[in-house]
Each structure stands twice: as C-alpha cells, then as structure tokens.
C-alpha cells in the first residue's frame, strides 16, 4: 500500500498536466539553447576560416539570399563583387552555411585539377531525380561509371549523329517559316528544348519521338523546368534545407510529382531499348546492323570482373545525360541564337563561311563540322558570355591552399563561378563585349586554359562537351543557312540562373529567309 500511494503521489505531482508542460517546455528550451550554441559554434568557426577572404556584408540570419532579387540582376552582382573582391570571396546563404566562391583562372586550377567531390549540400537537393550518376557520384563509384561510359562518347559513336542531329535541326526550322513571313518576334528556349529533346532522344537512346510536332507542350520538358524551379527554390528557402520540412510542404509534393514524370519517361526509354536488344539476340541480329549509342554501352558495358551496371544505375545515368544533354544545350544554342541576331555583322561572316563549305548541300555532314572555324569561335564567345552552366561547387576533403597563399579548411565548399570567371576584367579585354577573334589560336595560346570552363575542366569536366559542341555547331550551320536573325529592340533577355542560364521573360529575335543563297 504504500509504495502505491508513493507511486500515486508522484504520478499527480509530477504528471499532473500543469506541471507537464513545464517539463516539456523546459526540455524543449534546453534543445533549443543547445541547436543555437551549436549554430553559433558553427558559424563563429566559418567566420574565422573565411577571415582570409574579405567579401559582400552578410546579415547574420539570411546570409547574402536577400541579395539575389531573382530579377534578372543577380549575375550583375556576381560581377560587381569580382571587381571589388580578388580571385574569391564568400558568399553565405544561411548562419552556417559558406560558399567561397572563386572567379579567376588561377583559383579555378586548384580546385579544378584535384579529384575533390561535389559537394553535398546544393546538389544532394538533385539525388531524387536524376540519381548518382556521373554528376553526383564519387570516389570509385564514379571513377567505374566514368571508365564504363567514356566509350560510349568517342568519335566512331559520335560520327553517324550529326545527320541525326540535322533531321532535328531541320524540323525545327521548317517550323519556324511560318514566323520568317511574318517576321513576328517568337520565343527561342522552348523550340530550341524540344529540338535538343528530340536530337537526344535519337543520338543516345535511338528513340525517335515526335515531341517537336506533337500539339501541346512536352511533359518530360515542363517537367525538367519545374524540377531546377523548385531546386533554386529549396537552396534558397532555409527551412527548406531539412528534408522533412520540404518533403511535407507544397513544393515538395510539386518536385516529387515532377520527379515521377521525368523517372516515367527515362524508364519508358530504357523499356524499349531492352526489348530491342532482346529481340536481336533472339533473331540473332548484329548491332552493327544499326548504330551503337550511349544506351548501348550502358546496358552493354562490362568491367574487370565482367561485372555491369545495376538497372539503378542505369536509370540514374540515362536520367542524368538526358537531362544535361538536352537543358544545357538548349541553353547554350539559345544564347547563341539570340548573340548573333544582336551582332549580324559577326553573323553573316559565319553564313559566308558555311554556304563556303556547304556548297548548297540541304544539310551537313560530319567531315563540315570542323571546316567552319569562325563560327566555332562565335559559338565560343557565346558561351563565354552566357555559359549554360553559371556555376558549380565542390567540396574540399583536405585543407586546400591556392597560388597566393590562401588557405581553405577541409569541408569548405568551394564554388566556381563559371559566369565571373568568363567576364573577370583582368582576364579578358573588355570582358561584356562579344568579340570572337578572343578564340583564334594565337590568342588562345595567351590565357590560361582554365579562363574558358563552360564545359568544366580537370578529370571531372563534361564527358559530353564534344557531342554538344557538334550539336552546336550543326544547328547553327543549318540556321544561319536559312535564315537571317533579327534582334527584336522590345525583348531584352534578363539572365537568371537556375541549374542552367535561363531568362525571366524568355529569349526572343525575329526572322527572315535568306535570299539569293550561293
């Protein structure tokens, strides 16, 4: 009896509701007095780190997101800031969260030439959809995926898509007669997707849709769109760097339905390539009776120990290269549109050069690609001033010190500003004017090979750069061939970045046939 009444006794004096959520409350100060010493901890251990790298001021809370408008005006301060700031500075986007961010060729070789990771904050938000491909992956991991794949990008695979990459072209432009009769101011980026969609889609999996002449607007393509939307929306939004947090707010659901909608389309692609290949074997058909492409190689690829990729595998790479080979093309072949209709004299230069060497051939073929120097060096130049990837980080695992003495601890992210380093004024002479002689080989010769990264550099650049540059190259050919393009004075582009250069109000220009073609 006794010890019950001592138990009732303790029950009403310490479980009795009032006295309850005293408890809770005190615990819940007790965490979260612990969760703040811990962020000050944290952030007075960053401020320190960064001592070396002075940079743009910072509210504690925010850090420098409410410096970035998302009003077209963002890259601007990037630019400004690498004028006032050296080789690199800090930009902080929380308490505790610092990204030095590097805009100068010699700073770039350091962090460039290592192996050092990714880094795992910014593009874990990209895991749930394309997967640890060759973007994310790491270590070993990707060092197998890298050696699997590079096969599948050599020239004798690369050689039978430029007639592919043509018949994508080429529809793509018989569309547009209807705006050349007109000469009516259309939008560029989202012709300019689906073109790259299609070519893709043919080239690497040998699937050929109908996605540009469909009625309607492409799902995989809006959903591509929303995806990098709700990424830049999550890096910028602090409550929703928790995956809880994000996973249960509207946003989260809107990524995770997006993310169903790429995963449904890249699986359909992979459904049908392995009912191909089994119908081969069973018909015992040679491969060399079609084109072997990067689907080939994947689902054919063997290591050491004769060992393949895992479907998951699979699914991640195709899902990762159909998005980086169509968005980031599509935003480069963009900006090179929209650049040579602003400066028709460097234009019609380079449809000289092509009607030169096309000799009034309807399309373009392998052996022309690399006869057109000039508009090579456009393509370049273009790509200086709006490189379709503005920036990328990684994340250092050993204490890392640059060519003027500075040091960066392990675990620092290290951001490199594609878009800084392209327009750095002590790099490059005039740094905001297009200028393609900046690309004839005497003057190449004089900069740094990592002044001009749009396609990265070092061990982990873009095991694609060739196959886009001949995209590149075959549509502006085929362009430029038919076409005059016309800057239209009512649309000024306003650059944003998200994964890719994109414009808020779209990238416009105007149109007109060419006449009296040579």
């Given amino acids: 009896m006794e010890v019950s009444d001592y138990l009732e006794g303790v029950t009403k004096r310490y479980l009795e509701p009032f006295r309850f959520y005293h408890v809770f409350g005190f615990v819940c100060i007790i965490y979260i007095a612990i969760t703040l010493t811990r962020v000050a901890l944290k952030r007075k251990r960053l401020i320190r780190e960064f001592e070396q790298f002075p940079g743009p001021p910072a509210h504690w809370l925010f850090g420098n997101v409410n410096d970035f408008l998302q009003d077209g005006s963002d890259l601007e301060k990037i630019t400004t800031w690498g004028e006032k700031y050296p080789y690199a500075y800090p930009l902080w986007f929380g308490p505790t969260l610092a990204i030095l961010n590097i805009h100068h060729p010699s700073y770039v070789k350091t962090i460039l030439s290592s192996t050092e990771p990714k880094d795992d904050f910014g593009y874990r938000f990209l895991t749930p959809w394309i997967g640890e491909g060759l973007l994310l992956s790491a270590g070993q991991r990707w060092f197998r995926h890298r050696r699997l794949l590079t096969p599948g990008f050599h020239y004798d695979i690369l050689k039978p898509y430029v007639n592919l990459m043509a018949d994508s072209a080429k529809v793509m432009l018989d569309k547009w007669e209807a705006y050349a009769k007109t000469e009516e101011s259309f939008e560029l980026f989202q012709h300019v997707s689906l073109m790259t969609l299609d070519s893709i889609l043919k080239c690497a999996f040998s699937c050929h849709s109908n996605c540009q002449t469909e009625s309607g607007s492409n799902k995989y393509i809006q959903a591509v769109y929303e995806l990098c939307n709700l990424i830049n929306i999550r890096f910028r939004m602090l409550p929703y760097h928790s995956d809880i947090i994000f996973h249960l707010s509207p946003h989260g659901y809107r990524y995770r339905r997006a993310c169903k909608i790429a995963h449904n389309h890249t699986e359909e692609v992979i459904r049908k390539r392995k009912e191909v290949l089994t119908n081969e074997k069973e ?27 895992s479907d998951e595998d699979i699914r991640a790479e195709v899902d990762t290269f159909m998005f980086e080979g169509h968005d980031t093309t599509a935003s480069g072949l963009a900006w090179i549109l929209y650049i040579l209709a602003n400066n028709p004299e460097h234009q019609e230069k380079c449809r000289k050069e092509i009607q030169q060497v096309l000799k009034g051939k309807d399309s373009i073929d392998w052996e022309d690609i690399n006869k057109i120097p000039y508009t090579t060096m456009c393509i370049k130049e273009s790509l200086r001033l709006y490189p379709p990837v503005p920036g990328m980080a990684r994340k250092v695992t050993k204490p890392m010190t640059f060519f003027d003495g500075r040091t960066v601890p392990d675990g620092c992210i290290v951001g490199t500003s594609v878009y800084g380093i392209h327009r750095n004024a002590t790099v490059w002479e005039n740094p905001h004017v297009f200028d393609p002689l900046r690309f004839l080989p005497e003057n190449t010769a ?73």
């Fill in 446 to 518: 004089k900069r740094s090979p990592h002044a001009f990264v749009p396609f990265s550099a070092g061990s982990r650049n873009c095991i694609g750069q060739n196959f886009a540059m001949n995209e590149m190259k075959v549509v502006v050919a085929l362009t430029l061939k038919k076409y005059i393009l016309i800057k239209d004075p009512d649309h000024t582009p306003k650059m944003i970045p998200r994964l890719v250069l994109r414009s808020i109000n779209g990238v416009n220009i105007k149109i007109r046939f060419v006449e009296n073609e040579p």
């Fill in 283 to 309: 018909q015992q058909l040679s491969q060399k009776k079609r084109n072997l492409d990067f689907l080939d190689i994947l689902l054919c690829a063997r290591d050491e120990q004769q060992q393949g990729l």
